[in-house]
């Protein structure tokens, strides 16, 4: 275990939790187990396991790649390098979409760009009267997204396989939601991001590409003074709005997230 931990070090920032949870996908047992059995030693398959998956992880590969699973608001959601792995800021969006949907609301509410699922699932289990339609352009995401919804059993989400609203042209929502891609395609931060699909991170030189689109398509499948609530990079308040406001949408405001970093932002559709 030691050297486990000693080999994590440079490469991430919980070395001890990530050797210990290894450990136990290795042998398949719980934490616990290792706790009450500090001096067990392993047999050479479970050591030759153990040391496959600390080197993926010393090199760099998210630990929810290797376990196949993410923690999203108490949901235990299946991963895979075709999906982003949910984090934690993303919270703020269903937080922010659940205020604005009233408990017994039987809302059509939208997620554009669901990866996973994560978002979908946490408002819909949260709201289950509301209908919920996850898109993704991503076939082998959108597998990954059935499959949580599948083991979440909820029965108020329809994944559907499309770009952006072209996915759902004709229908109407009261509330949509979006993680899109938002990061600058020559950004370095995307070397460190190189496990996770480019598709789902990278939008044009400014990374603002896809929220242009949002801007300019979600009136079209949205209610009159229906909401648009999309995620975005810390430094990009003050460009969303711009884009935002330069399409027509009115009541344009950012949060910030647990971090103090400004991550969403909020605009009401026109109308009456």
């Not at 719980?30 to 001096?39: E, G, I, K, L, T």
């Not at 050591?47 to 993926?56: G, M, P, Y």
Request: glycine share 6%.
């Amino acid at each position: 275990m030691a050297a486990a931990v000693e080999c994590l070090t440079d490469s991430s920032e919980s070395p001890r939790l990530d050797a210990e949870i290894l450990l136990c996908r290795s042998i398949d047992v719980a934490r616990s187990y290792v706790f009450a059995h500090p001096d067990d030693e392993l047999d050479e398959l479970s050591q030759s396991r153990f040391d496959a998956l600390v080197r993926r992880r010393a090199e760099g590969e998210p630990m929810a790649y290797i376990t196949g699973t993410r923690e999203f608001w108490s949901h235990e959601l299946q991963v895979s390098p075709a999906t982003l792995v949910p984090r934690p800021e993303t919270e703020l969006l269903v937080d922010l979409a659940l205020r604005r949907v009233p408990r017994k609301a039987e809302w059509r509410i939208l997620d554009l760009g669901t990866g996973s699922g994560a978002i979908a699932i946490a408002i819909a289990g949260e709201r289950p009267l509301c209908e919920l339609t996850a898109t993704d352009i991503s076939a082998d995401a959108l597998a990954i997204a059935r499959e949580n919804v599948r083991q979440a059993d909820l029965g108020n989400v329809e994944c559907v396989n499309g770009d952006w609203t072209a996915a759902v042209a004709g229908r109407r929502f009261d509330l949509i939601v979006s993680n899109p891609p938002y990061v600058r395609a020559d950004d370095e931060a995307l070397e460190t991001l190189r496990f996770e699909p480019v598709s789902a991170l990278a939008s044009g030189p400014d990374g603002l590409d896809d929220i242009r689109t949002l801007a300019r398509d979600c009136p079209t499948v949205l209610v009159d003074s229906g909401y648009l609530l999309v995620e975005h990079g810390a430094e990009q308040p003050d460009e969303v709005a711009s884009i935002l406001s330069a399409a027509g949408w009115m009541d344009i405001s950012c949060h910030n997230d647990l971090a103090g970093l400004p991550r969403v932002t909020v605009a009401r559709l026109g109308g009456k």
